[in-house]
């Protein structure tokens, strides 16, 4: 269900760039500029809105079965706290990301699974995942950093096939990530 969706996104955002783009052929800066702006910020809450529902379908596998619909992937209103929360901690991990390599990776692998988290706990925001997440993950945090180099040679797979290997890997890294987040999570619920 992620990929149909992810397809017709994909579909949009095209519609969108080809929108903008010819904005700035035909019309004047100052016209395009605003249109601009408001296009890039609706491609940010398209793409948050689809990870967080991607999230959703994979946790669902784990919460007792599918519960996700395609038009699910394209509502807005009951997933927006998700979504504003989603960018606040993009944001927050990026800008400690760019600090240094070894502490980017650190990072990276510290908010793996934060589509998840997002997800499976939305009662909270943005300020509280971005908290919560490294209580979660800092105790397993060599756990993580050696799952996400054991992908290393499935994303060379997805290379060496031009793109075709990843109609299974994707969903084979999300599914790993989804039960990778369930297990910390309970660990964490049941230290605390």
Known sequence: MPFIAGILWGLIFAVLIAINVLLYIFTYPFIAAPVSAIIIMALIFIICNL?????????????????????????????????????????????????????????SAVYSIKDFAIADIPDTYGKEYVDLIPKITKPHIIDIAILKLSFLWWNLLVVLTLGLAAFYVIPYKKMTYAKMYKYLYEKYVEKD
């Open 51 to 107: 990870k967080l529902k991607s999230a959703e379908f994979y946790l669902s596998f784990f919460h007792g079965g599918y519960r996700l619909s395609l038009k699910d992937f394209f509502s807005f209103s009951e997933s927006l706290n998700g979504i504003l929360s989603l960018i606040v901690v993009n944001i927050i991990s990026f800008a400690l990301s760019i600090m240094g390599i070894f502490l980017g990776g650190f990072v």
